[in-house]
């Protein structure tokens, strides 16, 4: 299957941006040499960040496809640099400096469209108790069409074929692969029983130990056990996935965003272990090889321990410490609830119109 993606922005569009075609191409380069003459060179950062809003106007102000891909590919790349260790192969080079110039711009352009999304009378009159805010935007979660979503309540339950799993799974590869450290970052700062609780979710997506159920080599198991791999992915890959890993790192990475990313997060956790069900039943259904499944087998019971300590132990008391946290926690959970449910319309809209098997 190869999607019908957006087209590339034409070539004099994206020539609009060289600065930021040098930056990446510098940020994937082994060796790159001129960082430092780069980071002390104020007029180029400041030509940069130029660009850099240029592109985030025409994305989301001017609705420019093109652009919004071309700004989405920009950042996959500086979130694939801040999750590995690429640093490290040159410790005396610091691409901080400029990686702050283009981020603080692309990325804030990237959530303030998601904020605006979310109508303000949604976030407001909530119950300020622990347990009743928590009733109350478990509620709004039920309530939201991601919730049961037609592409697992109905899609991969009755209809999938094998080809739509690989499809769906080739999509999940901007998140799933590096849940464990996106856990792991989310503990800075925190204490006590909420730092507990993320550590204790961490501690199973490292397989309690053990590297053979570590989630991550889990998943890789499942992509290969049905032939997706790197190639599949590129070629695969919808412009709605690449926006929710962008989100999903852009929350995660950045402090300040904490409390909307527990809300985020919360609804991946409350929602994966019926989505996961749904999957495995679609798997059982078409005779799939059994090691393939194990991944999300295990996380039908695992994300519904985490889901309800997330919670209780997590948002209920961030919110009984501090009310005021409630609204930018349930801002977070209908951020994730709006992505997750225009990411899955995507993904639904190209397998339906895949050829039915003979």
């Not at 260790?85 to 610091?94: L, T």
């Not at 069409?145 to 899609?155: C, F, K, T």
């Not at 999957?279 to 005779?287: E, H, I, N, S, Y």
């Amino acid at each position: 299957m190869t999607t019908e993606r957006n087209l590339d922005m034409p070539d004099p569009q994206r020539n609009d941006f060289p600065l930021l075609a040098e930056f990446t191409a510098a940020l994937t380069s082994v060796s790159f040499g001129t960082w430092q003459e780069l980071v002390d060179d104020y007029a180029h950062r400041a030509e940069l960040a130029g660009e850099c809003r240029r592109l985030a106007d025409l994305a989301f102000r001017g609705r420019d496809a093109a652009a919004r891909e071309h700004l989405h590919d920009i950042l996959t790349v500086v979130y694939a640099y801040e999750f590995s260790q690429s640093a490290a192969r040159n410790p005396d080079q610091d691409p901080q400096p400029i990686l702050r110039d283009v981020t603080s711009v692309l990325e804030n352009a990237m959530l303030d469209n998601e904020f605006r999304q979310v109508p303000e009378e949604l976030l407001t009159g909530y119950p300020s108790g622990e347990k009743e805010y928590v009733r109350w935007l478990k509620a709004l979660i039920q309530d939201h069409p991601a919730s049961a979503h037609p592409m697992y309540a109905e899609h991969l339950t009755n209809a999938a074929t094998v080809e739509d799993i690989r499809f769906l799974l080739a999509q999940e590869t901007s998140l799933d692969p590096r849940f464990d450290d996106i856990l792991a970052v989310m503990q800075f700062g925190a204490t006590g029983a909420e730092k507990m609780e993320i550590a204790a979710n961490y501690w199973d997506e490292m397989g309690n130990g053990e590297f053979a159920d570590v989630h991550t080599t889990l998943f890789s198991q499942c992509l290969t056990s049905i032939g997706v791999d790197r190639g599949y992915i590129e070629s695969n890959l919808l412009l709605a996935a690449k926006e929710c890993g962008n989100i999903s790192a852009g929350l995660a990475l950045s402090r300040r965003h904490y409390l909307r990313a527990i809300g985020y997060y919360g609804v991946t956790e409350f929602l994966a272990p019926r989505r996961f069900r749904q999957l495995v039943t679609a798997w059982d259904r078409l005779g799939l090889p059994p090691e393939g499944k194990v991944y999300h087998d295990i996380h039908i019971n695992v994300d519904a321990h985490h889901a309800a300590g997330w919670y209780k132990n997590v948002i209920g008391p961030v919110v009984e410490r501090d009310p005021a946290a409630g609204r930018e926690i349930a801002l977070g959970t209908f951020v994730r609830l709006n992505t997750s449910a225009y990411y899955l319309d995507r993904v639904l809209e190209v397998c339906q119109k895949q050829p039915l098997p003979a």
